[in-house]
């Protein structure tokens, strides 16, 4: 195939990174097919429809969203032609503890004089010094990291070279470490705290590059998609189709076919249930790496992979209530309710160990995060579809939640201000369990691989896989789990494809 495009590629699984992955490499002319197990497409951007109600059951927010802009540009569309984008403001609101509230204005001027005036004098000074801190993080990590092909204790090795990056990154110091640094004020800190279960971690673990994720939501902005985010999977899904691809979903496949040859294994496509073999040059997976260890390739090849994911630390899972409310009468789900709302812990550290120590449980008052949409698309007239999300503990630490632990829930939110209870008229719970079954996610861990310890990133498996033509994308993958970091996947896959060709 040397210096010509691959002829044929097939997909498995049609995930964001597997659509996106796809999409691109159609648009460059290779013959694609995406074979998905479940009945529709969109992964872990998953859709739950029921009496007039749309709700994601995934992702929430967009950030980063240069990523979906890029990858649509690369099929051919810009991303205002097919999907509409709706900036936030406040990015989110968030309840501390003391019953304190805050709201992250998407303008950094405008949150920094909050700071000020309803945190505490200096407090936005701090803040700032913090975000200068995490650009330079970005700077020196992110087109070097994030953005390029990553494998292993060679590439680690490579990025040391600079000891002014190292510096600056501080791998050696956790997300919790450079908050306390930074920040006087605890309820800053504990905001800070959250963006480590941006990727399933504990941030007394996660590294403190992590506050990067703070910085680019703060640069870049949160954003909602008009009908809900299952949409961008919707939208990849067409231009696959439009580039000229082809998606079969209900289509699960069993093993990915590899020859040997003189020049070291080769894959030369895949198996089907039922029998059916797809011959290909190139297969990329989409799949969580314990289910391509355990079920897709021959166990001669897997070693390496087995050895990585018996270190690299597991996400968190997700417990999910999505709630159909009726309105107030000022047309509002609840008054306290922004977009996106974070109720947090009264005392954080103890929802961490929960989910983090040695026998993981559900927390007793767990942190609460809920998104509620001003979208007519998304509900009945006069109701608002509410997604409640509170972080939970695996199905292989937890069988499932204790009973009660909805209305436990829903009480909880109450004494933080939010009660919903005489205003639903929908009620349904997702454990790890139901994204385990739905998506084949091991343990129904929401990111895969979590950030926890300083050499997470470089113990993911990489996108190049153990034979010649095979590639691994998506959140279990290099450079992590969240969409914008799997889409970034999707490019240095499409990218190493198409280049070695």
């Not at 084949?440 to 498996?461: K, Q, V």
């Amino acid at each position: 195939m040397s210096g010509t495009v691959p002829r044929r590629a097939v997909v498995v699984g049609a995930g964001v990174g597997g659509l996106a992955t796809a999409a691109r490499l159609a648009a460059a002319g290779v013959s694609v097919t995406v074979l998905e197990q479940a009945d529709t497409v969109g992964g872990k951007l998953g859709l739950r429809e029921v009496d007039g109600f749309r709700f994601d059951t995934g992702p929430s927010l967009v950030t980063l969203p240069w990523t979906l802009a890029a990858t649509l540009e690369a099929t051919g569309v810009d991303v205002e032609d097919v999907l509409e984008l709706q900036r936030l403001d406040p990015i989110a609101r968030y309840r501390f503890g003391d019953g304190t509230w805050l709201d992250a204005d998407a303008e950094e001027a405008r949150f920094v004089r909050r700071l000020e005036e309803e945190v505490h004098p200096g407090a936005g000074v701090q803040w700032t010094a913090l975000m200068d801190r995490a650009s330079a993080m970005w700077d020196a990590s992110a087109d070097r990291v994030l953005q390029q092909p990553l494998d292993g204790v060679t590439d680690l090795l490579r990025l040391a070279a600079d000891p002014r990056d190292i510096a600056t990154t501080a791998p050696h110091r956790s997300l919790r470490s450079l908050g306390r640094e930074h920040l006087s004020d605890p309820r800053l800190r504990q905001l800070l705290d959250r963006y480590a279960t941006y990727s399933g971690s504990d941030p007394r673990k996660a590294p403190a590059v992590l506050a990067t994720v703070a910085w680019a939501e703060r640069r870049w902005g949160g954003w909602y998609v008009t009908g809900g985010l299952r949409r961008i999977g919707e939208v990849l899904a067409d231009r696959v189709r439009a580039c000229g691809g082809q998606i079969r979903t209900s289509t699960r496949v069993t093993e990915v076919r590899v020859a040997a040859g003189p020049s070291g294994d080769r894959v030369s496509g895949v198996s089907v249930e039922g029998g059916e073999v797809l011959d290909a040059d190139v297969v990329v997976l989409n799949a969580d790496a314990g289910q391509v260890v355990q079920q897709l390739l021959p166990e001669r090849l897997t070693s390496g992979l087995r050895r990585r994911l018996r270190v690299a630390p597991r996400s968190l899972g997700g417990w999910v209530m999505l709630l159909g409310i009726a309105e107030d009468d000022a047309g509002q789900a609840h008054e306290r309710l922004a977009h996106h709302t974070v109720l947090f812990a009264e005392r954080y550290d103890e929802e961490f160990d929960a989910l983090f120590g040695r026998q993981p449980r559900y927390p007793d008052r767990p942190t609460v995060y809920v998104a509620v949409a001003d979208d007519p698309a998304v509900a009945p007239a006069g109701h608002r579809a509410v997604f409640v999300l509170v972080n939970a503990p695996r199905t292989d630490q937890v069988a499932g939640p204790p009973l009660g632990y909805g209305d436990a829930i829903l009480g909880l939110m109450a004494r933080r201000g939010v009660d919903l209870r005489d205003r639903i008229v929908l009620r349904e719970e997702r454990t790890p369990a139901d994204l385990q079954r739905d998506t084949l996610t091991p343990g129904g861990a929401i990111y895969g691989t979590s950030s926890n310890g300083p050499l997470a990133a470089f113990l993911r498996p990489p996108n190049n896989g153990p034979a010649e033509g095979l590639y691994l994308v998506g959140g279990s993958a290099h450079p992590g789990g969240g969409l914008p970091l799997v889409l970034m996947s999707a490019r240095i896959v499409a990218d190493a494809v198409l280049h070695s060709a």
